[in-house]
């Protein structure tokens, strides 16, 4: 059976397509009309959940996404994201950066907003606590946390707890390259706090997307199941990321509109189960 189309955003209510989109290298270059050509494929194909934050192309990204949005006006759900830089201490300054990212999105409500990275020189439940403000002033409708360990996200779903909020997702670099929330115990404290598990990279900077003559065992079996399947191998890595567990919403980045078609048709593949496996074989870190 194929993968669901769309999912529950941890235990929020928030639907969102099963696979996102990752936009940290949206506006970039000088001409932004391919990207709204990728935006609207990706909406056409019901791919609606797009990930970006205020350091993204200097805050550009943001306001891209905001424009895509309001050209199109189709219903999409944005997940944006708060740096917790050193300086940054005081919850004037959170809602400072958060009135900046709904300004450059054009918009009054943010569905998601991440903490980007665990903090340094603030605490983890402070954050929760503008987070949990900033929910109920009607400003971000639900909150994540990015590049978390375990012991770190379960101390953020705690707090939010006093708030009657739960934690929506941990985003987290993950792919066939990179194990590592099954290794360090990301994905079970996810499953065990009810999160989603966002995986970014999950095509290893595209390095996943391309064949590769002389690749690696992992790189050859990828090549073997994606020519069994007709299919380009980006499709495979995102297909096992899809299969490994319904908690992981996989957002591959794209710039363009031939990746995105790609990448999204990477919901129809059903990987059989000894493919399934030696590709989870293959691929385990030694
Ligand atoms: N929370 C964090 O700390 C964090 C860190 C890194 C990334 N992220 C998020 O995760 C998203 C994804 O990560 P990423 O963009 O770094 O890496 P990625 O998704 O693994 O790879 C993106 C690269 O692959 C290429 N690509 C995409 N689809 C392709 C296809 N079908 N065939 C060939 N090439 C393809 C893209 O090219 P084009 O651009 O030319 O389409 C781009 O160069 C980011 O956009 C960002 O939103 C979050």
New binding site residues.
Partial sequence: MSPSRTTELGSTGIMVSRL???????AQGENDEPVYE?FKALLDGGVYFF???EV?TGGR?ERLLGGCLHRDRRSIIVAS?YMPYPTRLTKGQFNEALDATLERLGEATLDLY?I??PPTLTSIESLMDDMAEAVSAGKIRSVGV??FSAEQLRRAATQLENYGLTLAAN???Y?LTNRGPEENGVLDACKEIKASL?????????????NNARGNPAMKTLESIADRHEV?V??IALAWLLQKDPIVI???????M??????MSALNIVLKDDEFRELDEVSKPR
């Fill in positions: 996102g989109t990752g936009t940290n290298r949206w990728a990930d970006t934050a993204y990204s994201k991440y980007h990275m990015s590049n985003e987290v670099e792919s966002v995986a970014y990279r999950p095509l290893s900077r595209g390095l996943l997307a391309v380009k980006g499709q996989p957002i591959p980045g794209a710039t363009k031939e990746h995105a078609l790609e990448n």
